[in-house]
């Protein structure tokens, strides 16, 4: 039965589906404690996407879900990323392609010629042959930062599941999956461009576009380069993350999922112009979490902090998808432990596939399916995973402290220069010691601080008040002093926050005084992530251990009397403390890879109480049918040559293809 903070489930249908199998499965998921499904075309369908056919099964699948009690979400392409509706969105309008610049001297380099160049000295006027601003057009893909191009895509999928379904919009099908859409692509990055936006583009910085385009070629970075690209941010958010927002909102449904490239300040700046005011439209945003590792904290911080600000309740994390076959049940608790410091609370596990025929089992796992050998214990892991997210959504966040997010200064420095690494980096360091020393932060985001406002020494950002603002080095201008007059700022140099005691020194010389702190024999603990909140029945501290080894015993202090210490199934024990003149403390053993809870009382006595991270077992395992054995990691010799190195089998499997193999 699905409640607010219930798992999802990425159901990839990846074969010929048939509504005997789509019955059978979701039984499966509801057994299994999932609460909803997000319904997935994915490599290996064998029903055309979005035809009638396609349409009638799932319909049988929202009516199914019904029958059971569980929710569906439409994941609103085939494959990804989001906006092309399959290829139909370009058949439908050639010019709604990607459209890109590129630059070429001399001879055009294609022939949609933008504007050519003669140059003067080091700079270029319009006319003559020296230079040729181009575009160049990608039908794989469309242009998001057009409003034709996206309304084309609703009309394509998002109304044609409202024509279908639309009865239960609201009821069993809840959301809409956006994946990964993007201006431009990381990988390959150039320049955005889109049709007819030369008035637009000096509506919006009093500049000529084609009198300053050859800037982007010829000096690669600069103020020419923040405007074009901020211009593209802005038309992205509001021509597409926006408008299905919108549309979303006016039909009962929450815009969910994730944009590409989301950990760091190069990739943002290239693919989406951040990932932050994106945020702020959807209902439900979310990340997607890759690996069985600890991820950058600057991709859940970006997160955590729009849900604090904007009053989110529920933000969703796709996760586990390239854990490997070899991920445990406890490795999956460790990675969503860390996600739910960062208040994370709906699960998206990654994936689900209707068939594991062939290359399908190499797609990507971690799998959740009667394939896995615990899957008989998937009801108390995801039953653990949502009384966690219950627990953890009580109270409100209230971090004191502000960071300005400077994404939009990578905007003027050349792209992956040593400049835009090191500043990726250093905010990378920022985060991760802030975190370290245990202090509660938020990010603030360029739209996120054009709306906020200053008050009783204050910076007021949406539902949360910060007292000190944190800036990196040279990444702001005199107009964001101004507005932060009275607020008490600091401007944190290139190296500084790469040492963690000087951290600590810099917050005591502030007389930052921690709400709640975990404390070894050296000072603050390290390796610990907190959260701090306030509940009606008190301060809620969450901390989870990153350490994969080792326990931890540290003593706990803050305000309290005596401390209840929560478990995942709902035991609970009493620790009284010893006071101090600041409270009390006293101490607690947070288990290596695992997490406890401590709620502040104002007395009480002990009680026992039982550890709640022990490892669920697998008791057997056998082989599901004659072709799912599955490996993570091969060499491989293609027509005779000799074996290569041992690597991941996704790589091997494209580098056998690239390569003409079947």
């Known amino acids: 039965m699905y409640g607010k903070y219930s798992a999802l489930v990425f159901w990839a249908w990846n074969d010929r589906i048939t509504n005997d199998g789509i019955d059978e499965q979701l ?34 699948a929202v009516r199914k879900a019904k029958e059971l009690g ?30 890109q610049l590129i630059f070429s001297v001399g001879v055009p380099c294609s022939d949609e010629i933008l504007c050519s160049y003669k140059k003067e000295g080091d700079e270029y006027v319009v006319g003559g042959n020296d230079l040729f601003a181009c575009v160049k057009r990608n039908s794989d893909y469309v242009d998001l930062t057009d409003r034709r191009v996206t309304q084309a895509f609703i009309g394509l999928t998002h109304e ?30 150039l320049f955005p461009y889109s049709c007819e936006i030369n008035g637009a583009f000096r509506e919006f910085c009093g500049l000529d576009l084609k009198e300053n385009l050859w800037r982007l070629y010829a000096e690669k970075e600069g103020e020419f380069k923040k405007l074009y690209l901020s211009f593209f941010a802005e038309r992205f958010k509001k021509n597409y993350t926006a408008t299905v927002a919108e549309w979303c909102e006016k039909n009962g449904l929450d815009m969910t999922g994730h944009f590409s490239a989301e ?102 796992p971690g799998f959740f399916s009667d ?37 939009s200064a990578a905007f003027a420095m050349e792209n992956f220069s040593s400049m835009q690494r090191k500043l990726s980096t250093q905010f990378r360091c920022l985060t991760e010691n802030l975190l370290d020393c245990q202090i509660d932060f938020d990010y603030v985001d360029d739209q996120g601080f054009k709306d906020a406002t200053v008050e009783g020494g204050k910076l007021i950002v949406g539902e949360c008040e910060y007292e000190l603002v944190l800036a990196l080095d040279g990444t702001f201008d005199s107009d964001v002093l101004n507005k932060l007059s009275g607020v008490k700022v600091g401007i944190v140099g290139v ?38 909140k306030q509940t009606d029945e008190g301060a809620l501290v969450y901390a989870f251990n990153k350490n994969n080894c080792d326990s931890k015993t540290v003593c706990l202090s803050g305000e309290f009397k ?96 690239s390569q003409g193999g079947a």
Request: glycine share 10%; aromatic share 12%; net charge neutral.
């Open 27 to 60: 039984k499966q998921f509801y057994d299994a404690g999932i609460g909803g499904v997000i319904v997935h075309a994915r490599a290996g369908l064998k029903i055309e996407y979005m035809s009638d056919q396609w349409m009638d099964l799932f319909a049988h």
């Open 70 to 99: 569980l929710k569906v979400v439409i994941y609103d392409e085939n494959g990804w990323p989001s906006g092309f509706a399959g290829g139909m969105v370009v058949r439908q309008n050639p010019d709604f392609a990607m459209k």
């Open 160 to 189: 044609k599941y409202r024509e279908k379904c639309g009865d239960e919009f609201g009821k069993t099908i809840v959301a809409v999956f956006t994946d990964e859409p993007q201006y431009s692509s990381f990988e390959n990055f």
């Open 263 to 364: 950990d760091g300040i190069i990739s943002q700046a290239c693919g989406s112009g951040g990932v932050m005011p994106h945020y702020r439209f959807m209902q439900r945003p979310g990340i997607d979490y890759l690996g069985r590792r600890f991820a950058s904290p600057v991709l859940l911080k970006q997160l955590e902090s729009v849900k604090n600000q904007c009053g989110k309740e529920v933000v969703l994390s796709e996760s586990f998808g390239g854990a490997g076959w070899g991920a445990s049940l406890k490795d999956y608790s460790r990675i969503w432990c860390y996600q739910a410091a960062f208040g994370v609370n709906q699960l998206c596990a990654h994936l689900s596939p209707y068939s594991l025929s062939g290359v399908r089992k190499r797609d990507y």
């Open 371 to 407: 394939a896995q050998p615990w899957w008989k214990h998937a009801g108390e892991f995801f039953g653990r995973i949502e009384a966690l997210n219950e627990l953890l959504s009580s109270g409100k966040a209230k971090n004191r402290v502000a960071v300005l997010h400077p994404v």
């Open 495 to 532: 190296d500084f926050f790469n040492r963690r005691d000087d951290v600590i020194r810099w917050f005591k010389h502030l007389r930052y005084e921690r709400r709640a702190v975990f404390t070894d024999g050296e000072g603050v603990a390290q390796g610990l992530i907190v959260t701090y």
């Open 562 to 657: 005596a401390v209840k210490e929560i478990s995942f199934n709902g035991e609970e024990r009493v620790m009284p403390a010893i006071m101090c003149e600041k409270g009390g403390f006293c101490r607690v053993s947070i288990p290596a890879g695992g997490a406890k809870v401590f709620v502040f009382l104002s007395g009480g006595e002990a009680a026992c109480g039982k550890e709640y991270m022990e490892e669920l077992p697998i008791v057997d395992s056998c082989l599901k049918d004659k072709n799912c054995l599955t490996i993570d990691r091969a060499s491989y010799s293609f027509n005779g040559t000799d074996y290569s190195e041992v690597k991941d089998v996704i790589s091997v499997a494209s580098e056998v293809y």
